[in-house]
């Protein structure tokens, strides 16, 4: 079975979409199926794999493209000369710049002969942002999107639930973690932290992820400024790429600065796998303070529980989840950085909960491995015979 994955990023690019497009991936191909991954890189389309799913790229068409519907003949020429079965775009509203091309490509390729059926994995619900005032039309692109793809994912229930609403039958397949546990071959922990200078009374906690406006990192910011000096925090990851995420990463620099947490506070920037691994590790905490409350549909959250590192993060509005992640992890609310602040000094104080949270934790990240992801991916395909 041939399966061309579509995603608005991709590695070398930084962001969890693109790094959960290659998880799966790499997990098809490892049952046997041929996978290519499209991307839009440098405003060219590049066709990654098979075979090589990081580096290989089979050709270089045509130049000056974006996310919106200027970038359909080129994707329907990859299309022609792919000739997938399956056509799986994985959507995020931000990893398409919020560009709607994507949004309506279903559409489109309804109108043509031999098309690959099509699946969308929703990795959230955001809507696009089309032009100012556009209201009820970002929602109906969202909606579009969904009612043309012949089979919709989800990764959590709850968004399955909202589909459910406006008559839309959505399958759930959780995300996994997108950072294997493997750090580099010498990985030397007391190594790894002497890098940043750190004392032995000293704590190092971590954030991953991009420095976007959902993930908190300026409340994280704000707890660190009520404790002693003592505490260090290392942002592993952060480069942004999107307009929005690129202006709220200037203003949580800017808020560190005013805040006297320059000389407390290390961006590493992108990295490889094996080096995001090593400071997970050499951490004393992981703290992901996410505005919306932590949710399966967050590799950066599963990253953490699978390395075994105490997490504190906030408390999802969904209860189920809620239930699931507390023996995992210590939530607190969201948007409130002095119970963050307690909650850091409290499990840097009790050895026992770290320890018992980290065990919990690479419990649940195992539910989530990628060999059972994608198999459910490769039931779901075979359910329906391809067009013809």
């Known amino acids: 079975m041939r399966i061309a994955l579509l995603s608005g990023e991709y590695p070398p690019q930084p962001g969890g979409v693109g790094d959960y497009t290659r998880r799966l991936a790499e997990a098809l191909s490892q049952r046997g199926l041929t ?27 045509s130049a000056g493209l974006d996310w919106s519907p200027r970038c359909w003949p080129a994707l329907i020429g990859a299309l022609d000369r792919l000739r997938p079965d399956w056509l799986h775009i994985q959507y995020q509203t931000g990893a398409y710049a919020m560009r709607p ?29 089309l032009f100012p005032k556009a209201g009820p039309l970002r929602r109906w692109v969202n909606w579009r999107l969904a009612r043309d793809a012949d089979a919709v994912i989800t990764t959590t229930a709850a968004d399955a639930a909202h589909l459910r609403q406006g008559g839309i039958e959505a399958h759930v397949i959780p995300i996994g973690s997108n950072i294997p546990v493997a750090p580099p071959k010498d990985f030397d922990r007391e190594a790894w932290r002497a890098r940043l200078g750190l004392g032995a009374t000293e704590r190092l906690v971590a954030y991953f992820g991009l420095l976007a406006p959902s993930k908190g990192s300026d409340v994280l910011l704000e707890a660190l400024a009520r404790l002693d000096p003592s505490w260090r925090l290392i942002i592993i990851g952060g480069a942004a790429t999107a307009p929005q995420d690129v202006a709220h990463a200037g203003a949580v620099r800017a808020l560190a600065g005013r805040l006297g947490l320059a000389p407390r506070v290390v961006e590493t920037g992108h990295l490889p796998d094996e080096e995001v691994s090593a400071w997970f590790l050499a951490a004393d905490l992981v703290v992901l303070p996410f505005r919306d409350g932590a949710s399966f549909r967050r590799g950066s959250l599963l990253a953490a529980l699978a390395h075994g590192c105490p997490v504190v993060s906030t408390t999802p509005a969904d209860t189920a989840t809620a239930e699931a992640l507390r023996p995992a992890a210590l939530l607190v609310p969201p948007n409130d950085p002095a119970a963050l602040a307690a909650a850091m000094t409290a499990l840097d104080a009790d050895a026992a909960t770290r320890a018992r949270l980290a065990a919990a934790g690479r419990a649940l990240a195992a539910r989530f491995s990628w060999s059972a992801i994608a198999a459910r991916h490769e039931a779901l395909y075979g359910e329906r015979s391809p067009v013809v």
């Open 35 to 61: 996978v290519t991954v499209l991307t839009i890189q440098d405003r060219r389309l590049r066709v990654y794999g098979p075979g090589d799913l990081t580096t290989q790229q089979l050709w270089q068409p």
């Open 101 to 129: 091309g994507v949004n309506l490509l279903p559409w489109r390729l309804r109108a043509l002969p031999g098309r690959p059926r099509i699946a969308v994995t929703f990795h959230d619900l955001l809507t696009p942002y």
